[in-house]
């Protein structure tokens, strides 16, 4: 039992000793995955981000160098309205993304402007002008173009005359173009770009209708966070409660004081992530399972091989100490024969008499199934259940045991029902259990007794055998340990017997049980389930 008891314990913490490196490992390696994940696509969103500030940044800077190069230009042309139209005429045609380009005085008044098809407008209370005429390179917006009346932004510069800013040269280019540049950024499925300015309005937005209506950019985490960030940009995750929850990169722009937002929807990313989760985890439980599977594999071939070992052994040792008593047996009939033969040789002439030949060939047929039975015993044949008459088997083991109950003046007795039902098995295997049942009974006994084997049929569906001995039984301390491998009270007893016998009867769906009391001897039965016939 603790022997038993012992050996799950052992294999418990064997499978523990596997397990938890491996769920821990698991678990931390998938973490670190996670980790891994989130900062790549943080890092990926920050790169989109940077690369479209650049390139806005560059879009923004080609524009302030052309009007660098207008204001460079005017001064020289002296309010020629025509002449100055002309100018814008030709620079137009190289940024055909703009919808205005114009030159202001000092007062705001438009000197010329291009395309001409809308009425002069003043400007003098607009922050691109002032900006200029305080000699200021300026992008801004986004404004209400009052010129076009449509959404611009605007860069302005100033140009001189005699030293000292005399007027402004500006263009305006449609918002809807720079939206365009930035709309055709996609960020997985539903991540986008968009841009607001630092103070707090949005410049593109794909919702930015819906987004108007119901949120105050400027109370905003990011909002906040894009005018708090010392290099400019940053990542932020979403504040908590935040739905849909949303990772932020920022970059701002260096041209103008915008900020290029690539908007990263978590729920998208968190479902890849889960997605990995439960490949890795389902992955980690198939390693498992799979440890598991061939530690068991390796268990029972273990088992197994240990258990056909035992057997084996115990069959050669059964027949060895079998070999003792078959010799006596054997010089009996030999005995006889050489006797009769004897007399045969001094009765040259005489006819041999029927019976003496009769006797001869009788005791060699006895000689002839002892030695038949001793070799089926030892000799290796392949496990083959067949149809078995416990009756006539016993009988054969009764044969071949039988001088050694007689040795020790014990009588062997077999009482069997008539109408005795067949059971399958296999025969050498039952052999080897009633063998070692008889042979416990007889090594028990001390001096004279018997040893009774019981066959009857219980039902129909059972057939019980009964090997009864009046030997000294077994104490009860040692009851529970019948059957436990290696206990023995013999001084040459190996202690696997009644293991093997145990084993054999379970394969052959058996039950056996022990009653035995101290004085009044032991008996074992079993009950065998009948041979059907399917
Ligand atoms: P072994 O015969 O080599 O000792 P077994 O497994 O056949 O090994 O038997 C184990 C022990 O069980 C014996 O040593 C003996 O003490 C006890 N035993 C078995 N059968 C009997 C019996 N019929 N009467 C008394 N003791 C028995
Ligand atoms: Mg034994």
Known sequence: MNFI??????????????????????????????????????NKNMQIARLTANYVDDYLSSYKQTLKGVAFRVPLIDNDRNELTKLLRDISLAHSEASLFYVANAKGQLLAKYPNDHADKNIVDRDFFTAAMQKKVFIGGPYVGRVTGIDIISITAPFYQDGKVSGIVGVSIPLDELQNKLSVIQIGHSGYATRFTKDGNFLWHPKLEELKKTMELDKTPLFKAALAAKTGEG?????????????HSFVT?????????????????????????????????LLIMFIIVILRYFNLLKDRIAAEHIQKAEKLALVGQLAAGVAHEIRNPLTS???????????????IPEFYLETIMQEIDRIND???????LAKPVPVQFAEINLRNL???????????????????????????????????QLKQVFINLIKNSIESIVDG??????????????VEVKVQDNGPGVPRENLEKLGTPFFTTKETGTGLGLMVTYG????????????????????????????TIE
């Open 5 to 42: 008891r012992e050996k799950r314990l052992a294999k418990v913490l064997l499978i523990m000793l596997i397990l938890v490196p491996v769920v821990t490992m698991g678990y931390l390696l998938l973490f670190d995955q996670l980790n891994e994940q989130r900062q790549e696509m943080i």
């Open 235 to 247: 990542s932020i995750g979403p504040s908590p409660g935040e739905e849909p929850p949303e990772q």
């Open 253 to 285: 722009l260096t041209e103008a004081p915008w900020v290029i937002v690539i908007v990263q929807p978590l729920q998208e990313f968190n479902n890849q992530m889960n997605q990995i989760m439960w490949r890795n985890i389902f992955i980690i439980i």
């Open 337 to 351: 024969i050489k006797g009769f033969v004897q007399l045969i040789q001094s009765k040259k002439s005489e006819p």
């Open 370 to 376: 002892i030695v038949g039975e001793m070799v089926v």
């Open 394 to 428: 016993i009988n054969d083991i009764l044969n071949l045991i039988g001088p050694q109950a007689v040795l020790k003046d014990i009588q062997l007795e077999l009482i069997a029902s008539e109408d005795l039902l067949a059971i399958r098995g296999e025969p050498n």
């Open 449 to 462: 007794g018997f040893v009774k084997i019981h066959l009857t049929n219980r039902g129909n569906s059972v």
């Open 504 to 531: 054999i009867i379970r394969n052959h769906k058996g039950e056996i049980n022990v009653l035995s009391e101290v004085g009044h001897g032991t008996t074992f039965s079993i009950n065998f389930p009948v041979l």
